[in-house]
């Protein structure tokens, strides 16, 4: 019997090029077999300067960017970042010296150019209307003997290209027992990105609540 020769594969990949369980071969260049190491846990496999790499994805999520008390007639949180999708506002237990509505401005803006539409489980009717602010209760407050809280979103707030739209979910118990939830949208007809958001009361000052603003992803 003759023994033959085992021939000589030309352009192999030799198993010594990995090292980790994971590993992936690449091209480095046309004709340049490389390694690329295993990435961490949760890191997602993306292209850089056009080769693979392993990376940690951007996160998501919300990023507080101001927090404080209400007070005054008029509460303003101010240089807002445009490095954010949206915008969510929370106002938790606002009181003020009289029955009162919150309302919202923004970018100081007094003009005729703001719109809502608001329900409330307590509501008759649905209010709807326009002014120099928008209206997000649908129900007086009281001042006394009640607490409230109210999300409000605000979506794409830093376009330059349309009007801009919040909508606020609200909730509460006053002293009377009445609950109440409400819902209420509304929009603001400029197309200036907002960088500043104002919190008012209809009447007396504010003296309790607070206030926290996310910046969303």
Not at 47 to 73: D, F, R
Not at 186 to 215: D, V
Request: net charge neutral.
């Amino acid at each position: 019997m003759t023994v033959g020769r085992i021939p000589n594969v030309e352009g192999g990949i030799q198993p010594t090029l990995l090292t980790t369980t994971g590993d992936i071969i690449y091209a480095s260049s046309a004709s340049n077999p490389a390694r690329l190491g295993i990435g961490s846990s949760a890191q997602v496999l993306t292209v850089a300067s056009g080769v693979p790499s392993w990376a940690t994805p951007s996160s998501g999520g919300m990023t507080s960017i101001a927090t404080g008390s209400l007070s005054g007639a008029s509460t303003s949180i101010t240089s807002i970042a445009g490095t954010y999708k949206n915008l969510q506002l929370i106002i938790s237990a606002p009181a003020a010296t009289s029955n009162f509505n919150l309302r919202i401005q923004f970018n100081t803006d007094t003009g005729s150019n703001y719109r809502h539409c608001l329900i409330s489980n307590n509501s008759a009717s649905i209010v709807s209307g326009t002014g120099t602010s928008a209206l997000i209760t649908p129900d007086t407050l009281l001042s006394t003997g009640a607490v409230y809280g109210f999300a409000l979103v605000i979506d794409d707030y830093a376009s330059s290209s349309h009007w801009k739209h919040f909508v606020c979910n609200g909730n509460g118990n006053t002293n009377t027992p009445i609950a109440f939830s409400s819902i209420s949208v509304g929009g603001w007809a400029s197309t200036s990105a907002i960088t500043s958001i104002q919190i008012l009361t209809s009447a007396g000052t504010f003296n309790g609540g607070t206030y926290t603003l996310y910046g969303v992803k």
